[in-house]
């Protein structure tokens, strides 16, 4: 029995955690599976290119060669769905770009001039939406549905826009690769679909490559995508007749003759006429790699200009894995925390590190792999990351006993700058020793400050001088009951969280958005907060949910209420909770809802300003309210 397949374990396992290569496809075979692998060893992070070819496949399989057991690299693979094709829907006027568009809101993103993927974008003239395998058009002016287009990639969530064109992003969910839903599976590949938007949206490129999706930063009309890819392996598993011992020493052959097109992301590039071309996505001298890995994972950076062709994205790869992508105007950022999940309680746990890779985005065309360097602990998110006047600052935690369910493992977290010396990032500064027994639930850096949030039962909000980067230090800190999953700032020495209120046992009330004066960074307060019991945030786990839009000191965070104490039998309610802030003091306006329909989610995802609008979009269609007094102008529904 075989199948074509990389499993979990590979992503798990990544290329950049980096292991010392023992062992070779013809050692005697032993029946033994993943868990029982040599144990991963961490160590510097320093990027090389291969000679030839040649070269590339010797290390790739001599370094894979250990981890092959008797399910190939895991025992779960990812299943491939989907094939649909596009059809533009009747249009009615369609939006041109040319048209003045009035001041509007954009996606909630990390860096100001860096754009980031999200399930809704506007120019001020149109709002474009990609929700249940379609891409929907809707004209601002006349506030009606201009176009609907069954995409190529139902599963798509994610899109960017720019002038007439879109670029549709679709992809393997980490949460579904993860397994957060059991039984869960990701589809296999990433489709990126590029949609001219000047009458009826059409497309006019689809381009489909192996692995996993993890992010896209936008900067003007230049894209740059990352993906994560492992090998195509046709692993032999025991069944069928096939013994474990039988099925060990198969995979081991397949490692042993598999050609380094095996490792290599493949694509498959459609263009508007339909013609198809396919191949291996980077060549062997595009592929950078550490001197010790473990050859399961490797990331791809691929860049593209909206005005041209999609193209095949001129791939720059490295033999690494990563979770978490950071941009800013001149450098890219990926960073690998190394994610390894202990099975067994006699399976070692090594120390967390996460190793970051820095790519120079300055220039036109594809990326260049600048430096690489490494850190102790585990980032949150992409807001663990912030570059400041040539230094990286990056929050982690780390655990000194992971995986052990037994008791919890003891933690901290600490803030490290890294600076650049030729090809390697290294630390010329670091605070630790924050929020002992908790994990990080929160960073935000401003400029030379930054702020840490902790959480275990109380919230520790941090405060920390980076003015200095070789001596950082923390100045302040705040102890409230709850906690902010997102911190944002609001100008003037504030600061806005939202997360969640708790008991002093730390159990979770409801939703809590919070005003922080920050302005003495050695005395944080809160000066302001709002509480919706029984409710929780999609901007707890999403930035791009939020949206704060000063000019109109107006503050709009999406809401999920549910059955309290007081209230057991009230079904699930979504809408967004629309705030005033002025004069430190939140006022609510009211929540603002959809009508939706039984077979679509009742949560109301994201909001946008549109002149003197409130654009508030769910997934059974997009509502129009007016910012005074929040009257509804318009429903424009998906179906």
């Not at 290390?59 to 981890?67: D, G, L, N, T």
């Not at 960017?160 to 296999?188: C, Y």
């Not at 990352?226 to 069944?239: C, I, K, Q, T």
């Not at 000194?400 to 390697?424: H, I, M, N, Y």
Request: overall charge negative.
């Amino acid at each position: 029995m075989t199948r074509w397949s990389w499993g979990r374990r590979a992503a798990l396992l990544g290329g950049a955690a980096l292991v010392a290569v023992v062992g070779a496809a013809s050692a005697a075979p032993t029946v033994f599976d993943v868990r029982e692998q040599p144990p991963v060893r961490n160590v510097p992070v320093e990027l090389v290119a291969y000679d030839t070819c040649d070269a590339a496949l010797a290390e790739m399989r001599a370094a894979v060669a250990p981890h092959v057991g008797v399910y190939g690299l895991g025992d779960q693979g990812y299943l491939t769905v989907e094939n649909g094709r596009a059809t533009a829907g009747t249009p009615k006027a369609a939006p041109s770009a040319d048209r003045a568009a009035p001041e509007h809101s954009g996606t909630n993103v990390h860096e100001a001039g860096v754009d980031e993927p999200d399930l809704v974008k506007t120019d001020g003239r149109r709002v474009v939406t990609v929700a249940d395998g379609k891409l929907r058009v809707v004209d601002v002016a006349s506030r009606e549905l201009t176009g609907t287009l069954d995409l190529p990639a139902g599963f798509a969530s994610q899109l960017l826009l720019h002038g007439d064109r879109a670029l549709v992003i679709a992809g393997s969910s980490m949460m579904l690769e993860r397994g957060l839903v059991p039984g869960d599976f990701a589809p296999e590949g990433a489709t990126l679909t590029l949609v001219d938007l000047k009458g009826a949206p059409k497309v006019v490129g689809s381009l489909k490559v192996d692995g996993r999706y993890l992010d896209a930063r936008q900067i003007g009309d230049v894209v740059r995508v990352v993906v994560h890819s492992g090998p195509r392996l046709p692993w032999v598993y025991p069944a069928d007749g096939v013994s474990e011992a039988e099925a060990l020493i198969r995979n081991r052959e397949v490692v042993a003759t598999a050609p380094i097109e095996s490792w290599l992301p493949h694509y498959e590039l459609t263009g508007e006429d339909g013609s198809r071309t396919a191949g291996s996505l980077v060549a062997c001298d595009r592929v950078s790699h550490p001197r010790q890995h473990s050859a399961t994972s490797m990331l791809s950076v691929l860049t593209f200009d909206f005005p041209g062709e999609l193209g095949t994205g001129d791939a720059v790869s490295i033999v690494a894995d990563g979770d978490t992508v950071y941009g800013t105007e001149n450098s890219l950022y990926i960073a690998d925390d190394h994610h390894l999940v202990p099975n067994v309680r006699r399976m070692p746990a090594p120390p967390t590190t996460t190793a970051i890779h820095q790519f120079d985005i300055s220039q036109a065309g594809p990326p260049r792999h600048v430096a690489s360097g490494q850190v102790t602990g585990s980032p949150l998110n992409q807001y663990a990351l912030s570059e400041h006047r040539g230094h990286l600052r990056v929050a982690t935690t780390a655990f000194d006993a992971p995986g052990v369910p037994e008791q919890p493992p003891a933690s901290q977290s600490a803030v490290t700058v890294l600076k650049r010396d030729g090809a390697k990032l290294v630390e010329v500064g670091k605070v630790d020793g924050l929020g002992v027994g908790e994990r990080i639930y929160s960073v935000r850096f401003v400029g030379p400050v930054g702020y840490v949030v902790t959480f275990r039962q109380t919230d520790p909000l941090y405060t920390l001088d980076l003015s200095d980067p070789a001596k950082p230090r923390k100045v302040g800190e705040l102890k409230i009951n709850g906690y902010s999953a997102y911190l944002h700032p609001a100008g003037d020495g504030k600061l806005i969280g939202v997360g969640q209120e708790a008991t002093d046992q730390g159990r979770t009330q409801g939703t809590q958005v919070s005003l922080f004066d920050v302005a003495n960074a050695a005395a944080p307060t809160r000066i302001a907060d709002h509480h919706v019991p029984g409710a929780s945030s999609e901007v707890e786990y999403d930035a791009h949910a939020f949206l704060y839009w000063p000019a109109r000191d107006l503050l709009v965070v999406p809401v999920m209420t549910y059955p309290t104490a007081e209230k057991p039998t009230s079904p699930p309610s979504g809408g967004v909770l629309v705030l005033r802030l002025r004069d430190n003091t939140f006022t609510s306006l009211g929540t603002v809802r959809h009508t939706s329909a039984p077979d679509h989610d009742p949560g109301v995802r994201r909001a946008l300003v549109v002149g003197e609008d409130l654009w508030t979009v769910s997934a059974a269609g997009a509502q129009v309210t007016r910012i005074d007094g929040l009257a509804q102008q318009a429903w424009v529904p998906f179906s």
